[in-house]
């Protein structure tokens, strides 16, 4: 199991450019951007090696972390390091969920959840 941390950064910056540009300050601070960039990157490193030590793939995280690039929703500024570990936490927690929850039957969530992923039907919600 390998990371490619090139990939990894690229991801990053993908984050940290969307996220500024959505709030506008990429305009004005492209070094805001830079350090949002390693921030990310710190974060997601520290999730790849904690995936690693798990026994499962770090690729994963280079895979979720691109996805939040593209995510297209507003982030309060300054919380945009929350914003971005809680939804890499919850990524990898529906990716690998803790044992605990399949093992007592309520994994009925991510199999409805793998399901309509790997459907092409559209189902309303609610």
């Not at 709030?23 to 601070?29: E, H, I, N, W, Y």
């Not at 710190?42 to 026994?55: P, T, V, W």
Request: glycine share 6%.
């Amino acid at each position: 199991m390998s990371l490619n941390l090139n990939d990894l950064r690229q991801a990053c910056f993908h984050v940290a450019k969307t996220r500024t540009t959505l709030s506008g300050v990429a305009l004005t601070s492209p070094s805001r951007m830079a350090i949002l960039s390693e921030q990310f990157y710190c974060i997601a490193s520290e999730r790849a090696k904690e995936c690693f030590d798990l026994g499962r793939d770090p690729k994963l995280v280079n895979r979720a972390v691109w996805f939040l690039a593209q995510i297209k929703i507003c982030v309060e500024q300054n919380k945009e390091t929350i914003w971005f570990d809680n939804c890499l936490g919850i990524l990898l927690e529906v990716a690998f969920p803790n044992s605990d929850i399949l093992e007592h039957g309520r994994g009925d969530f991510l199999g409805y959840l793998y399901n309509q992923f790997n459907s092409h039907k559209e189902e309303a919600w609610g």
